[in-house]
Structures are given as C-alpha cells and as structure tokens.
C-alpha cells in the first residue's frame, strides 16, 4: 500500500492500522523464527532462550560446588551438552534434592538433570526421559567394619540422604535400627568415616570415586542392592520438551560425546548398555 504525502484520511488510518495488527500477528505467531530470530520451538520453557536445569549440587562428582563456588561434575557437562544440541543457553540451578521435584511441578525449572531414578512414586508428579546412566545402590561400612553385606547389619545405624531411593530401602531392612537422613551423600559417607553411624547406602561410582579422592576410611560391603539408573524428569503436560532431550541425549551417545564425558570423570563407560 503506498500513501501520498498529503492528509491522511481517517479511512486510510483505519486500514493502516489493520494492516499493522495483520503483521505484528503474523510476526507472533507460530512461524519458522521468533521475533529475535531463533528456532519456533513447539515446547515450553520457563525463560525463553534458555534451558533450565536442576540439581542439587551435593552429588560429587556427577553435580557439586568447586572450593572457589563454581558449580561442576558430570550432570552439569551433560546438561550443558543437552542445551547446545537444542540451541538453547544453559541455566543449570540447584536445590536441595528433595525439592526438586516440588520445583519442578511448580516451573521453577525445565528439567532435572541431578541423578535421579524413575520410581513409580515420581513418574506419579513428573516425567522422565530414558535412562542416561546406570550404576547401583551399594552399602558402606566403616574400613575395619566386620560387616560383609547388608545382612550382617544388627541394630544398625545407616545413613542416607533425604527423599532418596536409598533412603526407602534402609528403612524395609530388618538389621536397621534408625536411618539417619542428610543433605548430601558427602555428609553421609563423612559420618560414617568419622565413626557416627554404622554403614551408609549411596551410589556405588560415588562411594568409590569419595574414597579415591579423599582416602576416607571406609569400604564397599557386598553386591550392588539394587540398580540405580538415572533420568532426567521434565514437567508433565510438555512431552514434545521430554522428546526433544530424548533425541539430543542420543545423538550424544551417538557421536562419542557421552563416551568423552564419562571417561573424564569415571574412567569407565557409566551408559545404561553397561554394567555396574
């Protein structure tokens, strides 16, 4: 439409401004680009750009804080991975682990990408991607502990971090007389290497990776109890969101990203194909 300089006519207004609603609508509306020109992307976000992601910081060495502060481990490098291949910018967050499920019900967040297990209880609030490692739930006990697995546990005090899967199987056994819950599974295997409780139950890759690093004073007893695979939980009523790190966590498995950062921090293929 070309206009002449000369008065502009209310009428001519009129289709001006209809004109003007016609492509700011088109420019809002489900195309090929947003308005900063990225990607459409027919899932939500809690900050546009931007992919949101939850630990809890306290799970060295797959998501802890540095001495100098700064956020680490091998959830985060992989949340980091997941928000490249869905051109997105990374905001990892942290919480306490017992929250985040409550978080990310509440859109506080994207995902949780914070080492947790599917159970049947969560899948109930949230859902999950596959399985993005494995490894297994694994008793510890003191280093001159007699104790040789989590039958020989009598009037035990065990030790796990709150609202974990650890925690609700100390509570089924027989030999457990109180399970002490805390924040972080560092804070578990301390006590117990301090002598304050009697055994402890956490992953089995972070147990050893903590005696490695530290040279605490305690040692696996016995066979895995249970697997303990991983996923990343996402919030219900955003499958397309849930289908997209589905694909990107392939596509990383795929081209040996996966296989690089599992070697950095474990030394050894820590994949759902492999064995605990």
Do not use: H
């Not at 969560?122 to 490894?135: A, C, I, M, P």
């Not at 599974?185 to 002598?195: I, P, V, Y």
């Not at 147990?207 to 991983?230: R, V």
């Amino acid at each position: 439409m070309r206009i002449s300089a000369g008065r502009v006519t209310r009428r001519t207004a009129l289709a001006l401004t209809g004109s003007l609603v016609m492509v700011l609508a088109a420019g809002c509306g489900s195309g090929d680009a947003d308005s900063e020109g990225a990607p459409a992307r027919d899932y939500q976000l809690v900050e546009d750009g931007k992919l949101t992601f939850a630990m809890s910081g306290q799970y060295r060495p797959f998501n802890y804080f540095e001495d100098d502060g700064t956020l680490a481990g091998f959830d985060l490098e992989l949340g980091n991975e997941l928000a490249k291949r869905l051109d997105l910018k990374p905001n990892p967050v942290t919480g306490p682990f017992n929250s985040l499920v409550a978080g990310l019900k509440a859109k506080r967040y994207d995902l949780i990408v914070g080492s947790m297990s599917a159970t049947d209880e969560r899948k109930k609030q949230v859902d999950f991607t596959g399985e993005y490692y494995l490894s297994g739930a694994q008793l510890f006990v003191g280093k001159d502990s007699p104790v040789k697995s989590v039958d020989d546990l009598k009037d035990a005090k065990v030790g796990v971090v709150l609202g974990t899967t650890f925690e609700e199987y100390a509570k089924k056994q027989p030999g457990v007389a109180e399970v002490k819950t805390y924040s972080s599974d560092n804070e578990a295997l301390t006590e117990l290497g301090n002598g304050r409780i009697d055994a402890a139950i956490t992953t089995k890759l972070l147990g050893l990776y903590q005696i490695k690093q530290t040279g605490i004073a305690i040692k696996p007893a016995g066979d895995i109890l249970f697997p303990d695979p991983a996923s990343i939980a996402s919030q219900k009523g955003n499958p397309k969101l849930t289908a997209e790190v589905d694909k990107a966590l392939e596509e990383i498995r795929n081209d040996g990203t996966y296989a690089e950062l599992s070697e950095k921090w474990f030394g050894v293929d820590i994949s759902p194909d492999s064995q605990s």
